[in-house]
């Protein structure tokens, strides 16, 4: 129960630096974080759209916010790494998610704002990607606008390898917009993706084909006269009705076989012991 208990807690401490680097930082395009454990201390790595508003001049803004992390949440020497998110910042969806927020600040209308985010979003090479804009978008009363274009998961497994998800809000007069930005990542490999290599296909086309040819078995209609009551007269009978061996008289039914010219329906009846000689 003590190591379930310190699990819970470093999550909730995680959590909580990363709102806090998320207000600390905002304008800068806080694109996400992830924090290591280290021999030399804690490993914060920071992706941001403008990394120079996150160190500050002459690394002051870096260094305030290494002293707070380190008071604040009972971090043993935090070192914070900072990474710019350069062309792929449309392809984050933090950072989109802060852009969109930033423009319903400024004025933009939401259908302004949300379909251009859409275009920038797709234009940048991602597969899908869904906007969600909620709040007192026209009227006194909240509602919700999507904006979607490609391929989008929702939930599963799949949902959780391929969809990058960030959240916002925009603080207007009229209330607080919630902004929800999925992005299905541009190098994303859906399960019921099947890829066809051709030269193999051409390959297996060009190996030559092995024509397996059964070979019939075939024996002498001579070996009737095993048969008890059959002669060689009967065999000159069959013979000139055109059976020449027993796995073609084996074929023939007993009304067949009497129709034969010499052949009775009492001879026609040994035809069931032929099985016994093949």
Request: with cysteine; hydrophobic share 35%; aromatic share 4%.
């Amino acid at each position: 129960m003590t190591g379930e208990r310190k699990f819970i807690k470093e999550n909730i401490n995680r959590l909580l630096i990363k709102e806090f680097m998320i207000k600390k930082i905002e304008g800068a395009g806080f694109g996400g974080m992830s924090i290591q454990r280290t021999p030399m201390g804690t490993r914060i790595n920071i992706v941001v759209e403008r990394p120079g508003m996150v160190i500050g001049k002459a690394g002051s803004k870096i260094k305030e916010l290494t002293e707070d992390i380190k008071n604040n949440f009972n971090v043993e020497n935090p070192q914070i790494e900072i990474k710019e998110a350069g062309s792929r910042a449309s392809l984050n969806a933090q950072i989109m998610a802060e852009k969109l927020a930033e423009a319903l600040e400024r004025g933009w209308h939401f259908r302004r704002a949300g379909h251009s985010s859409v275009r920038r979003i797709m234009g940048a090479g991602a597969k899908g990607c869904q906007i969600i804009i909620a709040g007192k978008l026209t009227g006194s009363r909240h509602r919700t606008e999507k904006f979607t274009e490609g391929h989008v998961k929702y939930c599963g497994e799949v949902a959780k390898q391929v969809m990058d998800v960030g959240y916002a809000v925009a603080k207007l007069k009229a209330g607080v917009l919630g902004v929800k930005v999925r992005i299905m990542k541009s190098d994303a490999k859906l399960p019921d993706e099947v890829k066809i290599k051709m030269d193999e296909v051409k390959k297996i086309e060009k190996e030559p084909k092995e024509k397996k040819v059964e070979e019939k078995r075939v024996t002498d209609i001579k070996k009737i006269t095993k048969i008890q009551g059959v002669g060689p007269s009967i065999i000159k009978k069959f013979e000139k009705a055109g059976v020449k061996s027993l796995e073609e008289l084996l074929e023939l039914d007993v009304d067949d076989l009497s129709t034969i010219d010499g052949i009775g329906g009492k001879t026609a009846e040994y035809s069931k012991e032929l099985k016994e000689i093949t």
